[in-house]
Structure formats: C-alpha cells, structure tokens
C-alpha cells in the first residue's frame, strides 16, 4: 500500500493556489497512538498559496470518526467538519517579528529556515481532535440496549433524579 506523505513543499511552492487531498483512515490515528478513535473516515483539502513572501494554508476536513460511546461503550460515529487556516512563516522569530500564535485568524506554523516541507499529520490530528465532542453519547434512544439494559436503574437513581415524581414512577410499573 501506497504510504501517504501529507506534506505540502511549501520552498518549491509557486505562486498562486495548489490543493492537495488526503485521505485519513484508522490508521492515521493508530500512527498518534489515540486509543479514543477506534475507526476514521476523513477527506482533507488542503489548498496552499502563495504570494511574495506569504504562504497560507487553508484545510478543510470533513469525513466522520468513530469512538466508543461514554453510556454503552458501543461504536458511536461522530461527524467531522472543521476548517484550519495557517500562516507558514519561516525563522525562529529573532528578527523581531512578533511571536503571536495567531495573525489575521491564521493559525501561524513557524517552520526553521532549511524545512522544504509543511508537514501537515500534526495539524490534521490536532483540528480533528479538538472538533470532536467532549460528551461523546448516541442520541437519546440509540445506546446499546444490552448494556443501558444494566445501567437504566442506576442512572434514574442519580443524576436523572430530577425528572422522577410519583407520576412516572407508576408508569414505570404499569408498563411492565
Ligand atoms: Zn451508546
């Protein structure tokens, strides 16, 4: 199998804009050794442009990953669809320019005078993790029901006390 590089040539670049496309599977994920994601699916568009002195980066990640879901511990498949926008600068920031981490909602990627190559697996590691939910739950309904079988009791007795009143505990029995 054909390895994917994920790498943009941004000192052979030329002007103008130059999209590349990567595909992001389980194992990209395996790579970063990220037990959360169990199963990816994810498409990448990067387009890199130039202009003088100015290199941006823009990427659009789109796709779906799967983790274990928090209540059942079932495969749950979380929609992935987030932008990065990056400024590549090059140089240790010694020249006086300022060291802000962020210009004109760019993202700055500083790279050391003698890198001939963005490499991109960091930073779509990065922008797919933060996009992820941190309460990764199925919709109401859609837990495995083998397993919220054994957790139904002890949830309605803690943290769903609220929603009991005498009304629907008699529900509760008439229904079974
Ligand atoms: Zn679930």
Redesign the pocket.
């Known amino acids: 199998m054909e390895k994917i590089d994920f790498l943009i040539p941004v000192n052979g670049l030329v002007s103008g804009k130059t999209s590349y496309r990567w595909t992001v599977g389980k194992e990209f994920f395996e790579e970063f050794e990220n037990p959360d994601i169990i199963d990816a699916s994810v498409e990448v568009e990067a387009v890199a442009e130039k202009s003088g002195h100015y290199i941006g980066v823009d990427c659009h990640i789109s796709g779906s990953v799967t983790v274990s ?6 495969r ?1 498949a979380i929609p992935v669809d987030t932008t990065g926008r990056l400024s590549v600068k090059f140089g240790s920031g010694d020249d006086g320019t300022e060291t802000s981490a962020e210009e004109d909602g760019r993202e700055i990627v500083l790279l050391s005078g003698s890198d001939a190559d963005l490499d991109m697996r960091q930073i779509i590691y990065d922008y797919t993790c933060l996009s992820l939910p941190m309460q990764r ?2 919709a109401e309904g ?3 029901p083998e ?2 079988r054994y957790l139904g009791g002890s949830r309605q007795a803690g943290e769903a006390g609220g929603e009991e009143t005498p009304f629907s505990v008699l529900k509760d029995m008439f229904r079974n």
């Open positions: 879901c928090d209540r059942c511990l079932g749950l739950v199925h859609e837990c495995d397993v919220t």
